[in-house]
Each structure stands twice: as C-alpha cells, then as structure tokens.
T-cell receptor, first 112, second 114 residues
Framework: GNSVTQMEGPVTLSEEAFLTINCTYTATGYPSLFWYVQYPGEGLQLLLKATKADDKGSNKGFEATYRKETTSFHLEKGSVQVSDSAVYFC???????????FGQGTRLTINP | EPEVTQTPSHQVTQMGQEVILRCVPISNHLYFYWYRQILGQKVEFLVSFYNNEISEKSEIFDDQFSVERPDGSNFTLKIRSTKLEDSAMYFCASIPGQGSYEQYFGPGTRLTVT
C-alpha cells in the first residue's frame, strides 16, 4: 500500500538557518503530495501541495518539489523564524477526494 | 474564514463507555473524514463519508466505530465501547468536492480512556 516516510525528529535550529525536512513516499499510482503543519494547540493546516511530477509547491517561504525519479518531496526553507516552530507532516493522496496517508511528523523548534 | 470545529476539545471516559465526538464541517463541503493520532505516532485515516454513506474505511474502523451526519451540519464519530488503546487525538476534516486537494482540518478532540 501507499506510505510516507519522514526524517526523524525533533529538529532544532537557530533563527535564519536553512531547513530541510526529508520526505519519501511509496505509491502505486501518481499521488498528490502535501505538507501539512500543526502549530501548538491547533489543527492541521495545509502548507503546500504538488499534484504532478516536477511541480513545486511553495508558501510562506517554504518550498517542496515533487520528484518522481527519487519518490521524494523534501521541504525546504532558506531562513527559518521562531514562528516556524511546529510539527510538519508530509502526506499523499491518490486522487482528489481520497484519504490522506501521513508520515510520522517532524517536530521543528527554532531558537532565537 | 470558514473553519471546521470540533467538540469537545478534551474528553475523558472510562473503559467500556460510549463516546460521541462531534464535528461541524465547513458548510458547503461534501466529503468528510475522521483521522486519529495516537500520541507520538502517525496521523491515521479512519473513515471517509460522502452522500450520507461511508465511502472508505480503514482496518482500524471496526464494528465499535460508527459515523453519522444526523442533521446536515454535524458529523459525528461514535465509539461504542471504548478501550484504553482508543486514547488518541481525533481529527475531523472536510473538502468541498472531488478534485479539491486541500482537506480542511478541525483542531481535534483529545480522547483519554481510563
């Protein structure tokens, strides 16, 4: 079945550091890929998405590129802020209305 | 901005008791979901619901679980006889329709079974 694997956390960085959170997936078809973020005490929010190979999703300075050849969707940000501290989830779905399959989440803490 | 709401935010119950978790999806959305996250583990799909019936369910969603949309606004998850291992955060989500990629999540209900 479909699955998503994220890098182990937690990740702790200093403000303005470069961020990469790795995500790889296994899927039988051509899934859509997502990054969701969960701030403390809140629900999951869509951060960015990509629906086909080579698409780049971007939002709030975060980017991720759908790499079919390496089955990856790594999250990057050039300069993180304290407000980026949250748990980040990589996820996939096979079609528009289908269930999401999540990775285990990566807790990110940014220190001033 | 419209949002998905869930009540209660925290529910404590004794093993063997029935619980009902409530969700109010965004008003024009047509597809509804429940997910759960056991502490420290992945967010897992439980069930999807469309047109007043279950469209998909996971292995977790056994006979102890049921879902209902009783009045056109609420979407509920019932656990008939809770077990210790049902302790988790339960998230409700909705989307406007097929082809809509973003699932809108509620803030979750933390269920603690003692």
């Amino acid at each position: 079945g479909n699955s998503v694997t994220q890098m182990e956390g937690p990740v702790t960085l200093s403000e303005e550091a470069f961020l990469t959170i790795n995500c790889t997936y296994t899927a039988t078809g051509y899934p859509s890929l997502f990054w969701y973020v969960q701030y403390p005490g809140e629900g999951l929010q869509l951060l960015l998405k990509a629906t086909k190979a080579d698409d780049k999703g971007s939002n709030k300075g975060f980017e991720a590129t759908y790499r079919k050849e390496t089955t990856s969707f790594h999250l990057e940000k050039g300069s993180v802020q304290v407000s980026d501290s949250a748990v980040y989830f990589c996820a996939l779905s096979d079609q528009g209305a289908q269930k999401l399959v999540f990775g285990q989440g990566t807790r990110l803490t940014i220190n001033p | 901005e419209p949002e998905v709401t869930q009540t209660p935010s925290h529910q404590v119950t004794q093993m063997g008791q029935e619980v009902i978790l409530r969700c109010v999806p965004i008003s024009n959305h047509l597809y509804f979901y429940w997910y759960r996250q056991i502490l420290g583990q992945k967010v897992e799909f439980l069930v999807s619901f469309y047109n007043n019936e279950i469209s998909e369910k996971s292995e977790i969603f056994d006979d102890q679980f049921s879902v209902e949309r009783p009045d056109g606004s609420n979407f509920t998850l019932k656990i008939r006889s809770t077990k210790l291992e049902d302790s988790a955060m339960y998230f409700c989500a909705s989307i406007p329709g097929q082809g809509s990629y973003e699932q809108y999540f509620g803030p979750g209900t933390r269920l603690t079974v003692t």
